[in-house]
């Protein structure tokens, strides 16, 4: 449903509003709803949207942006083709050998029932 941004990475960090409050604006556009049923019955909008808010560790998230410079970034372009050094793996172990990093999930539902019943009374009228 468009959940994937132009650079390809689904993280958004709070370097730009650290230790205050953010709304998170969504916006969904281009979807169907449709309903293929002899019988129409209101119950059939009993329905909704499940989103997932996950949050991520200081080392996660630097990780994050390390694979993405490397598979993606014009400094991982640079060097697979040797123009440029060899961008070294991240690490936050004091042996270099991996991550140590955290995650935490949070699940919202969003019931449409409303929403859907007010969109198929405006497109009768």
């Not at 650079?7 to 998170?24: C, I, N």
């Amino acid at each position: 449903m468009g959940n994937d941004d132009s650079s390809g990475s689904l993280f958004f960090s709070d370097r730009q509003f650290q230790g205050k409050t953010y709304t998170l604006h969504l916006n969904f556009s281009g979807n169907t709803f449709s309903v293929k049923s002899q019988n129409y019955d209101e119950s059939l909008l009993d329905c909704g949207i499940n989103l997932y808010l996950t949050s991520v560790s200081r080392s996660y998230y630097d990780w994050a942006i390390y694979k993405w410079n490397a598979d993606e970034g014009i400094l991982g372009d640079l060097s697979d083709i040797g123009l440029s050094e060899t961008q070294w793996g991240y690490s936050n172990v004091s042996t270099g050998a991996g991550v140590v990093a955290a995650r935490s999930s949070a699940k919202y539902t969003i019931d449409l029932k409303e929403f859907l019943s007010q969109a198929l009374s405006q497109q009768s009228l």
